[in-house]
């Protein structure tokens, strides 16, 4: 009954290639995020999604492209990954998109070689 | 635009020591504030929160009240555990959709 789940867990690509990573959340929510934490654990917010519609777009490489196919699930893919891309993805949900706790699933870290 | 400032680390402490790690923000009108706590290998997850001036939010010991007048909602824990080892966000919420996180302190505990 894990309330925000993530997949792969880990996921080692080599430059060059589109990934996807899939999120769901069984809370009812709302609201869904997509976080890049750097190897210092700083956290960069990247998309969110409020009913299926997007209420943020932080400036990120357009090589990223978020999809909500219903409330319930946020994916990411990622087009010609580089070096760079390596870190931790998280995906988070919330009641709301203004002061409400957000959720946090367990990552997904990539490495591009 | 809004903006969480907390005190770099990593914070080093024996067990049994005080804990303070401090927070202070700069936002429009009146944000929530919490304290996220992330351990080794996990996503982070809600410590405590305080969605109003003066409130106190408190959690396994740790506890952070909401200073409107200093914009601070610094972390406090008596006694701290090796347990407790991990990455604490200091982050507000509130006004724009686009919540505001700190960038993490760490905090070590030996035995």
């Known amino acids: 009954d894990t309330a925000v789940s993530q997949t792969p867990k880990y996921l080692v690509t080599q430059m060059g290639n589109d990934k996807s990573i899939k999120c769901e959340q069984n809370?009812?929510?709302?609201?869904m995020y997509w976080y890049k934490q750097d190897s210092k654990k700083f956290l960069k917010i990247m998309f969110s999604?409020?009913?299926?519609?997007?209420?943020i777009n932080e400036t990120v490489p357009n090589r990223f492209s978020p999809k909500s196919p219903d409330k319930a699930h946020l994916n990411l893919h990622i087009n010609s990954l580089e070096l760079g891309d390596s870190a931790v993805y998280f995906c988070?949900?919330?009641?709301?998109?203004?002061?409400?706790?957000?959720?946090f699933g367990p990552g997904t870290r990539l490495l591009v070689l | 635009g809004n903006s969480v400032t907390q005190m770099e680390g990593p914070v080093t402490l024996s067990e049994e020591a005080f804990l303070t790690i401090n927070c202070t923000y700069t936002?429009?009108?009146?944000?929530?504030l919490f304290w996220y706590v992330q351990y080794p290998g996990e996503g982070l997850q809600l410590l405590l929160k305080?969605?109003?001036?003066?409130d106190k939010g408190s959690n396994k010991g740790f506890e952070a009240t909401y200073r409107k007048e200093t914009t601070s909602f610094h972390l406090e824990k008596g006694s701290v555990q090796v347990s407790d080892s991990a990455v604490y966000f200091c982050?507000?919420?509130?006004?724009?959709?686009?919540?505001?996180f700190g960038r993490g302190t760490s905090l070590i505990v030996h035995p």
């Open positions: 999604y409020n009913n299926k519609e997007l209420i």
């Open positions: 982050a507000l919420s509130g006004g724009s959709y686009i919540p505001t």
């Open positions: 809370l009812g929510h709302d609201t």
């Open positions: 936002a429009t009108g009146y944000p929530s």
């Open positions: 988070a949900s919330s009641l709301d998109p203004r002061r409400e706790t957000q959720y």
């Open positions: 305080a969605t109003k001036a003066d």
